[in-house]
């Protein structure tokens, strides 16, 4: 029975790593010039997990075509990593510092760099690279809602949840904020997705700028026997204090 509920613990842990919803990737940085990005995971991820990002956009209810198409197969990614994407579009140069990145070879699948001007990109899960089922973030040196720059209808997505609205027409652009001492990974997400937490370039020459890929750390919670232990010590030093005036 024992090995059972050890066998069940430990599945439940897998499939908690394996799920992903709306807002657990976040992007961190987005490069125009070097055509790259990094993202920051929210939760712990398992090796072989597949994420899609395209620069095709969408309208509601598909992708258009025109762009491009990459699959991401990752490595084991705990809570709190930064994972860097640096030229995806080149063929033999392309590369992701967690687990594999590749093109998909679709025939809507072309054009695979990065414009500095109206692009958006969706990170998202699915069937293939153009099936989406679950869209994980998106990022934008756009407009959200116009044709040119894809929408965010049922995505799941609004900016400033999941969605990063950068100034239109930027070169780069990288999150600036708090890495550390929040009490949960969720608390980074506002944090994330506000624009006012960023550093957003124009018209600069940024292909050699390299992002910061700092781990996002969390400050635990104490626990409640913690805090029980805490005032037991408060109260024998109390007592003890006003034995030393008594005497």
């Known amino acids: 029975m024992k090995k059972r509920l050890i066998a069940l613990s430990m599945f439940a842990l897998a499939a908690q790593a394996s799920a992903q919803s709306s807002g657990d990737l976040a992007f961190t940085s987005f490069n125009a010039d070097e055509d790259g990005w990094s993202m920051v995971s929210f939760v712990d991820i398992l090796a072989g997990t ?143 997705n506000n624009v006012s937490n960023w550093n957003v370039q124009g018209d600069i020459s940024a292909a050699a700028l390299v992002p910061n890929t700092t781990a996002f750390t969390v400050t635990p919670v104490p626990e409640p026997g913690t805090y029980a232990m805490l005032l037991a010590g408060l109260a024998v030093l109390g007592a003890a204090a006003r034995r030393r005036k008594a005497g």
């Open 50 to 192: 597949t994420v899609y990002f395209t620069d095709n956009e969408w309208s509601g209810t598909a992708f258009n075509t025109g762009e491009s198409f990459h699959k991401w197969t990752t490595g084991a990614i705990s809570a709190g990593t930064v994972i860097r994407f640096s030229a995806i579009d080149n063929a033999t140069n392309l590369a992701v510092s967690n687990g594999t990145l590749a093109r998909q070879s679709v025939p809507q699948s072309s054009n695979y760099g990065i414009s500095a001007s109206e692009e958006t990109i969706y990170a998202y899960l699915g069937t293939s690279a153009t099936s989406p089922s679950t869209f994980l973030a998106a990022i934008s040196n756009g407009s959200f809602g116009t044709a040119a720059s894809g929408s965010l209808t049922n995505t799941g997505l609004a900016v400033g949840v999941g969605a990063m609205q950068l100034t239109a027409s930027s070169d780069y652009a990288e999150y600036v904020g708090a890495r550390d001492n929040q009490v949960g990974f969720a608390a980074y997400k506002p944090l994330v």
